[in-house]
């Protein structure tokens, strides 16, 4: 099955494929191993930053090597800020293109995403491009930073229609109280928004939850629940990742063969995506 299949399931059965950001070779083991694990697909992201540090063609390889044993991970080339840096990650073989132009007009976002959804679909035809529409605030950090949102930055369902019939985009991320990062107020999700998005966008459109850290257990389950079909999760993974690490480091001061110390911090980083799984309910939906 390809990304889009997973996503007709996932919209039919009301569940969710989570989407790991991932920077290096731990996270991606831990993400390849838990879904492994869990017979679940996954998204295993690359912001624009995470993807110059990884490769392009590194990036892609690792995960060429990975399918090998569990074909069910798809590669996207998460928050792309311009067109030609789309075509980049589409040529050099990435699954699925998230298109940002969110801080763009509404005319030149259309026409941006859509030019990048041409490309995309010119070159694979099995390729998902996302778009995302409204303004998306902060950043994947732990911070004691006080995030306002305004009903202003929210995704407005009207345009939401507009934007997907203009763009033939395969999903689309919105924001509905959602926030980049762990920061100092919880995310308050605004269900109305989400339903109401929910029920003009045409159903073979995925909605696409970012900013998954921190928001509550129960807030993700009913935003799934009411059509989220696909959640990013990045800080949580970072915290564990630096935390585990810096104390394995401080436990072992003689150690520096550092895989060792690292086995440790992916086993734990791999029960946290485990734990996701479960609540996107997405674990066993590969048969
Ligand atoms: O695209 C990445 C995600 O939206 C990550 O957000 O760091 O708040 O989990 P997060
Ligand atoms: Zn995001």
Known sequence: MNLKDFFNQANKEHWAIGHFNVSNLELLKAVVEAAKEGGS????GTSEGEREWLGLKSAVGLVK?????????????????????????VDAGYDSIHFDGSTLSLKENIDETRRA???????????????????LKGDSQ????????????????????????????????????NIHGINSDEPELDFEILEAIRKIVPKHVSLVLHAGSGIPDVDI?????????????????????????????????????????????????????????????CIGKVH
Do not use: C
């Not at 697909?41 to 295993?44: G, L």
């Not at 090998?68 to 792309?80: G, V």
């Not at 041409?118 to 998902?128: E, L």
């Not at 911070?143 to 202003?152: F, G, L």
């Open 41 to 44: 697909p996954v998204m295993i």
């Open 65 to 89: 090597a990975y399918k090998e044993d569990w074909p069910n991970i798809f590669l996207n080339a998460d928050h792309t800020k311009s067109a030609e840096v789309a075509f980049d990650a």
């Open 117 to 135: 959804v041409r490309y995309a679909k010119s070159k694979n035809k099995d390729i998902s491009v996302e778009g995302e529409l409204g303004y």
């Open 142 to 177: 732990l911070t004691n930073k006080k995030i306002a949102i305004t009903p202003d930055d929210y995704t407005k369902p009207e345009e939401a229609l507009k934007f997907v019939n203009e763009t033939g985009v395969d999903r689309l991320a919105i924001v509905i109280g």
């Open 221 to 281: 389950k009913k935003a799934i629940s009411l059509g989220i079909s696909n959640v990013h999760i990045s800080t949580e993974l970072r915290v564990l990742f630096r935390d585990g690490l810096e104390k394995q480091l401080k436990d072992n001061p003689k150690e520096y063969a550092l895989y060792r110390l690292e086995k440790e911090v992916v086993g734990s980083i791999k029960e946290l995506i485990r734990e996701k799984m479960r609540l996107f309910g």
